[in-house]
């Protein structure tokens, strides 16, 4: 299994321009996160999924959207990037609702918007 | 909401020597805790978790964090270093309200002296 995978790994953009972000799993997981990585941040929730077609907002969904057509797929859309928006991103998955299960992240995705 | 606090934004301890990485939480009910690493330019792997039981729980790479309800902290200990320790590390509550996404503490940073 290769687990949580994103791409791109990194990517510049200037601002206004628009980008999608992909994470994929293989593992027949459920829920599936987008959070963002700020320094001294700590990780902060963008948006949040619990099944195929559904999407929820999270602490920080404003500049971004989010899809889950196909249950291993999730993808997070930037229409218009600015310079805020500069980050670190991590996908992250788990298997269930129960409360005790795993999340399994990604690698991350660097973005510079300039 | 939960919450998660971590009091040290940077320690540093010598190698060999024991650690101690604090962590507070803010919650009514028993929580679920996690403890996660990140190596420089790294995703994040998980080293332990409690959820309801034994209130010191054992992970990988020697680490253990002890659950401790009066005090509301969730504490991670190491008896001796290694300089390969070096990393950030988050302590994390899952929120219920949110498809068990994470809150995150903004994470405390080792360095490990020879």
């Known amino acids: 299994n290769a687990g949580v995978t994103q791409t791109p790994k990194f990517r510049v953009l200037k601002t206004g321009q628009s980008m999608t972000l992909l994470c994929a799993q293989d593992?027949?997981?459920?829920?599936m996160y987008w959070y963002r990585q700020d320094p001294g941040m700590g990780l902060r929730l963008i948006h949040y999924?619990?099944?195929?077609?559904?999407?929820a907002k999270g602490e920080v969904p404003d500049g971004y959207n989010v899809s889950r057509l196909k249950k291993q797929n999730f993808l997070l859309g930037l229409e218009s990037a600015a310079p805020s928006q500069t980050s670190v991103y991590f996908c992250?998955?788990?298997?269930?609702?129960?409360?005790?299960?795993?999340?399994?992240f990604g690698p991350g995705t660097r973005l510079l918007v300039l | 909401a939960q919450s998660v606090t971590q009091p040290d934004i940077h320690i540093t301890v010598s190698e060999g020597a024991s650690l101690e990485l604090r962590c507070n939480y803010s919650?009514?009910?028993?929580?679920?805790l996690f403890w996660y690493v990140q190596s420089p330019g790294q995703g994040l792997q998980l080293l332990l978790k409690?959820?309801?039981?034994?209130?010191l729980v054992q992970g990988i790479k020697g680490f253990e964090a002890e659950f401790k309800r009066s005090q509301s902290s969730f504490n991670l200990r190491k008896p001796s270093v290694h300089w390969s320790d070096a990393a950030e590390y988050f302590c994390?509550?899952?929120?219920?309200?949110?498809?068990?996404?994470?809150?995150f503490g903004k994470g405390t940073s080792l360095l490990v002296t020879p």
């Open positions: 992250a998955s788990r298997k269930s609702s129960r409360a005790q299960e795993t999340q399994y």
């Open positions: 593992m027949n997981h459920e829920y």
């Open positions: 999924s619990v099944g195929e077609g559904t999407t």
């Open positions: 919650y009514g009910a028993t929580p679920y």
């Open positions: 409690y959820f309801s039981g034994d209130t």
């Open positions: 994390a509550v899952a929120s219920i309200d949110s498809g068990y996404a994470l809150n």
